[in-house]
Structures are given as structure tokens and as C-alpha cells.
């Protein structure tokens, strides 16, 4: 393979990485700020955000994400991913080097692993894709009421990109993605009892506003720190599927630089 194959090979392993608050590939939102690959396949890659004070827990799941995902891939020979400008860089890239892992990596200040942080945002990554899939169904039928959508399944969503959205939040929590599988569930995959609908519904639509405004503030942030990081981003999806919504900053919770056991 050559240099640019692997560089190819190694951004695509990329996309996969999500930011667990904004629920979109770093690739997309242009934290990749540079993939090198040298003649062996030694592979380093520097990642950036949006502000130097970015939650630590987020820092470090994207950028430890980012490795196992390189690592991965059958040609590396050896894989580096370093943290650019971050108030714990020299932390985090440390501990990344190490294979330290998060416990290992901030000690006593890690009083919880990362997996109840991952599983929080993909409970909120479902809630909004499953609002997106059925303010669509709701668009496209006027006679459908909130009311109807008890008995909408998976089978009835039309063919786009907001319903394969949600099918892949779904299956990231484990819950069910056969067709006849209902689409207004909870977080365990419980249909919702037809009163609670238009709660459930509320809840769901603001969960969404909040990480699209979060995923909109957080580009311009990126933006407006890495001028040059403009071209390494990507139009979003979800902005397609709700279009009309008018953006919100939501609760800016990049910004907050919570304790890293946080999850809210």
C-alpha cells in the first residue's frame, strides 16, 4: 500500500470516531488536524478543539477512540494520537502513549470510568435521531397526528438518511432494529404509552435543539481558533433533516469543563 492509500485508510477509521456531545465524526467537525503516515506505516495524527478548555472526559474519550480505531487497522505498524492545544494535553498525550487508560491517565480525579459518559450521550444521540425520524413522518403526513406515532414501526420510516441515523443509534444501545420493531420507545426500548406521547415527544425535540445548537457553536468556536480548519468541515446531516429549527446554543457544555466524572 501506498503512503496516500494508508492516509486514506486511516481518515476513513476516522469517521468513525464520534464527539459523544455533539454525536458526529471528528472528521466532520474538523478536530483532525493532521494524518501523517511514513514509509513502515508509523502513523501519527494530531487532533484539535474548539477551545483549550474542552471537558477532559471528552478530550480524552475522542482522542482514545481515535487510537483503538487506528490500531485497528491491519498495516499499522505503530500509531501515535496527540492532542493539540488542550489544557491537558501533556496528560492525556502521555497516558494515550502509555495505554495507560483514563483510570491510569488522571488517577484519583477519574472516580468513574468512561463507559456511563458514552452510554449517557448515546442515550441522547437516540432520543434525537429517533425526534429527527419522526418530525419527518409528521412533515410528510398531514392526517398523522402525535398520537398515531404508537403505532408508527421501524418498517414505516421512509428511506433516508435520518432513518438510517437512527437505526445505527439504536443498535449502538443494543435495542431493536427489526421493522416491526416500534420507533417511539425509551431508553431500555419500551414502547411509549400513547399519554405520554406528547411529553416524550418535548423531551426528545430538546435533546435534539441542544446538541445541534452545541455541534453549531462548537464548529464556529473551531473555526474562529483554526481559521484554516473551515475546509476540514463537513455540512451536517441532521441540519437537512430539521430544517426550518431555528439553531440554539443550548447548554454549552464543552464549555463548562466539568469534573471529569461528570455526565451531564
Known sequence: MSAG?????ARAA????????????????????????????????????????????????????????????????????????????????????????????????????????????????????????????????????EEDLHGVVLGDLPDAAASGALLRRRAALGLGVAPSDPVLVDEEGRRCPPGEIPLRLRFARAVRVSIDGNAHFCRGLLRTRYPQSAADQSPRAEDCATAGEPAHAGELLHLTAPPKENVS
Open 5 to 9: 492509500t494508508w492516509e486514506r485508510s
Open 14 to 145: 476516522l469517521d468513525t470516531v464520534f464527539d459523544p456531545e455533539l454525536d458526529e465524526p471528528i472528521t466532520d467537525l474538523g478536530f483532525v488536524r493532521s494524518v501523517t503516515v511514513d514509509a513502515d506505516g508509523a502513523l501519527t495524527v494530531r487532533l484539535r478543539l474548539p477551545t483549550s478548555f474542552c471537558s477532559p472526559n471528552f478530550a480524552y474519550l475522542m482522542a482514545s477512540d481515535a487510537k483503538d480505531a487506528l490500531t485497528a487497522l491491519p498495516w499499522t505498524r505503530d500509531v501515535v494520537v496527540l492532542l493539540d492545544d488542550h489544557h491537558d494535553s501533556d496528560l492525556i498525550n502521555r497516558g494515550l502513549a502509555a495505554d495507560a487508560g483514563y483510570r491510569g491517565t488522571f488517577g484519583a480525579e477519574a472516580e468513574k470510568d468512561l463507559e456511563a459518559l458514552r452510554l449517557t450521550f448515546r442515550r441522547k444521540a437516540h432520543a434525537a435521531a429517533m425526534e429527527r425520524a419522526l418530525t419527518l413522518l409528521l412533515r410528510a403526513d398531514p392526517d398523522l397526528t
